[in-house]
């Protein structure tokens, strides 16, 4: 049996080898003659439009003349570079004719055609004549042989298919049993294939196969519909061009790269999938995949997470989310834009005074633009993640916030409080910023107010915040909307209370929660600041 079905195989191999390489001969058999024909219309365009400039005077058909010329000249060159070595010489021999022909034209017929004397006329038509008809025979001899060695190679390549053909039939008979036979040996294999492929299209989870080229081979109709993508758009293309296409999928698709490069196994990882109509948290599984010991690509398998019963789990994870982006930002965004403002450091230092005035000003619009940049990256940094809570506390990281929304909105802002160390744990701490933080860009949204104040005041078991700004009052409550929501939300979550509306002067948010253990030291304590010191 395993020699019916190498015989076969063997023979293929042999086919592989020899008609891949028939084929191309004749490929470029085709192609020079293709080229042949194309520089035998271009020599008759070409003597067509000199007989109509020497008997007509048409300047346009002069025109035309030098045109074909530098087409011509073009395409035989790519001849020679075509066709076999042996044929070389004749295509040699029509370019240096070709070029006879062109030079003939230039110095002899365009300015003698203006020759009064009849008989130096005739002779010079006699000898354009004579090279032209040189020219067009030479350009036909070598076509018409290009086309029949191209017969030739075509009968003999058609002949060698037809035999190999018949001997593969052959042997295609005498294998079919053995083929049959590894169909059945395989039908276990075939049976699992078929089940596992069934259940991937059937399954709820979102699946998705990367190949190790990372090309998507496969998604299911679970994945198309979470990820909002569709499978024909999708499939074969690479993740690449699937981020370029949909940038929503880059937390989607990292696993999948780390899976590949890794070739490790990651389970259980929980990711937040947003899109306008909300956000998702997901639990994601890749798994690479070996075919014969080699990585073949990695499976994705995404699930959704069931809400949690405690929402701190969700706000915790959109945190750590927040502060891994931060840091992305920080350590590639932020190192090539230093690295660009000390190259422009550096050429401004050491050539300076050699650059044009108009050079040197543009370096330093440049390099100022770039700071610039660094600055506004370090604040949006910042607003992804108060990373200065970490280093400093809570209020230090509030005064650092304040002094970029001041220079973005041109609002005043005013920080008073007794203790510059607040007894709160870290947790607390990000969502009291993030409360503030939400106050103040409702202020930008919607206040004209031009000053805020935000009071910190302390008893024995409680902390109270108050931020008020002084945008005048108004008679009707405010609509709460998800900003106020979302910070109502967040100081239940920290067992305190959030209550809001308009007072004399402006519009008030107090938070109330109570005091816990844990807070950092950062700093000196204050009793009054007004501003930021």
């Known amino acids: ?25 004749l490929q470029r058999e085709l192609q020079s003659q293709l080229k042949f024909q194309e520089i035998s219309a271009d020599i008759y365009h070409l003597t067509t439009s000199v007989q109509e400039y020497i008997f007509y005077g048409d300047l346009q058909a002069l025109n035309n003349f030098r045109q074909y010329s530098a087409q011509m000249v073009n395409k035989e060159l790519e001849l ?12 040699a021999q029509l370019m240096a004719l070709s070029k006879a022909y062109n030079s ?8 003698g055609r203006q020759l009064e004397a009849n008989e130096n006329r005739e002779l010079l038509l006699w000898q354009y004549r004579d090279l032209s008809r040189q020219l067009v025979d030479r350009a036909d001899a070598l076509r018409d042989a290009g086309l029949q060695e191209n017969n030739a190679l075509l009968e003999y390549t058609v002949a060698l298919l037809n035999k190999e053909g018949l ?27 078929f089940c596992l492929r069934s259940l991937a299209k059937d399954s709820p989870d ?33 993740l690449g061009e699937i981020l370029t296409m949909y940038p929503h999928l880059q937390s989607i698709v990292q696993p999948l790269y780390d899976a590949l490069l890794q070739n490790e196994k990651i389970t259980d990882y929980q990711l937040s999938y947003g899109r306008e109509e909300g956000k998702l948290l997901l639990t994601v599984d890749c798994t690479p995949i070996y075919l014969f010991k080699k990585p073949a690509g990695a499976v994705l398998v995404a699930r959704k997470t069931p809400e949690p019963k405690n929402s701190n789990i969700l706000l915790d994870t959109i945190e750590r989310e927040r502060k891994r982006l931060s840091i992305e930002i920080h350590d590639w965004i932020g190192r090539y834009m230093s690295s660009i403002i000390h190259g422009l450091d550096y050429v401004l230092r050491v050539n300076g005074g050699r650059l044009p005035a108009e050079v040197q000003e543009n370096l330093l619009m440049l390099r100022t633009q770039c700071q610039n940049a660094a600055i506004d990256m370090r604040g949006i940094m910042n ?61 930008a949204k919607h206040s004209p107010a031009t000053e ?26 405010p609509v709460p909307g998800k900003g106020l929501w979302g910070m109502k939300e967040r100081a239940r979550l920290i067992g305190g209370d959030l209550v809001y509306g308009f007072v004399d002067g402006g519009f008030c948010v107090t938070l109330t929660l109570p005091k816990a253990g844990g807070g950092k030291a950062d700093g000196q304590d204050r009793h009054h600041a007004g501003g930021r010191p």
């Open 452 to 477: 805020v104040d935000i009071h910190f005041s302390e008893t024995k078991d409680t902390l109270q915040i108050e931020i008020v700004d002084n945008g005048g009052g108004q008679e009707t409550a």
């Open 167 to 193: 001997f593969m039939l052959l042997l295609s008979l005498f294998s079919l049993g053995a083929v049959i036979w590894e169909v059945v040996a395989a039908r276990q294999w075939l049976a699992h294939y």
């Open 1 to 25: 049996m395993p020699v019916l079905v190498l015989l076969p195989t063997l023979l293929l191999l042999y086919t592989g080898y020899t008609l891949p390489r028939q084929l191309h001969q």
């Open 104 to 111: 003939f034209v230039e110095r002899e017929v365009i300015p």
């Open 80 to 91: 020679y570079n075509l066709v076999e070595q042996s044929k070389k010489q004749d295509v």
């Open 206 to 238: 979102a699946i998705m196969f990367v190949d190790r080229k990372e090309r998507l081979q496969y998604v299911n109709r679970s994945a198309a519909n979470l990820f909002h993508v569709p499978k024909e758009a999708v499939a074969g293309k690479s």
């Open 383 to 443: 607003d992804i993640h108060p990373y200065l809570i970490e280093k400093v506390g809570l209020i230090p990281a509030l005064e650092s916030y304040s002094t970029n929304f001041e220079r973005i909105h041109n609002k005043k802002v005013y920080i008073f409080y007794r203790q510059r160390s607040l007894q709160l744990d870290r947790e607390k701490e990000i969502l009291v910023y993030r409360i503030i933080q939400e106050a103040l860009t409702n202020v």
